[in-house]
T-cell receptor, first 111, second 112 residues
Framework: GQSLEQPSEVTAVEGAIVQINCTYQTSGFYGLSWYQQHDGGAPTFLSY????GLEETGRFSSFLSRSDSYGYLLLQELQMKDSASYFCAVRDEGGRRALTFGSGTRLQVQP | GAGVSQSPSNKVTEKGKDVELRCDPISGHTALYWYRQSLGQGLEFLIY????????KSGLPSDRFSAERTGGSVSTLTIQRTQQEDSAVYLCASNPGTDTQYFGPGTRLTVL
């Protein structure tokens, strides 16, 4: 079966940097994605890593280590609007592209 | 352009009734997915459609759940004889063949 582990909750202050970790166990692996979901909203895509290393998109970066079955999302210069739930998700089959999601990390940004 | 749309946004039903949830994917997206999200939880895969291929139904929790996709576009998820444990947000997503899934706003289903 597949499983993903991520912290349930993280708290940080405006302007700070926060890292959300994700470890996974899957039968197959094609890539690790991150999605953001505000309360009552739809998940929105943040990043996708298929290869080892760091991907940077503005204030957000995502890292993957396939040998360690581990990745993280790094959020810099935190803003109040970053308060949301963040989900890591694994694409575990080549053709289907359906995702297996973690339970989510609720980030609270405080002033 | 228009995103993924879902209707209704909220549905309250009585236990034992049937419900139909609708999804309009982004035009031109060949892949369509249904997920379910219970309160405070991650998303649970239900079913996947790709073009004209037979759907992948491996995530459907019971035979009370079924889905159709007509003309490669609109999809309907049907839940028969609803149970209280079916209460959740049902999310539809589409993608054009990349690794980005575009989600609709979801339908919040409450079974009384």
């Amino acid at each position: 079966g597949q499983s993903l582990e991520q912290p349930s909750e993280v708290t940080a202050v405006e302007g700070a940097i926060v890292q959300i970790n994700c470890t996974y166990q899957t039968s197959g692996f094609y890539g690790l994605s991150w999605y953001q979901q505000h309360d009552g909203g739809a998940p929105t895509f943040l990043s996708y890593n298929a290869l080892d290393g760091l991907e940077e998109t503005g204030r957000f970066s995502s890292f993957l280590s396939r040998s360690d079955s581990y990745g993280y999302l790094l959020l810099q210069e935190l803003q109040m609007k970053d308060s949301a739930s963040y989900f890591c998700a694994v694409r575990d089959e080549g053709g289907r592209r359906a995702l297996t999601f973690g339970s989510g990390t609720r980030l609270q940004v405080q002033p | 352009g228009a995103g993924v749309s879902q209707s209704p946004s909220n549905k309250v039903t009585e236990k034992g009734k049937d419900v139909e949830l609708r999804c309009d994917p982004i035009s031109g997206h060949t892949a369509l997915y249904w997920y379910r999200q219970s309160l405070g939880q991650g998303l649970e895969f239900l079913i996947y459609f790709q073009g004209n291929s037979a759907p992948d139904k491996s995530g459907l929790p019971s035979d009370r759940f079924s889905a159709e996709r007509t003309g490669g576009s609109v999809s309907t998820l049907t839940i028969q004889r609803t149970q209280q444990e079916d209460s959740a947000v049902y999310l539809c997503a589409s993608n054009p063949g990349t690794d980005t899934q575009y989600f609709g706003p979801g339908t919040r289903l409450t079974v009384l």
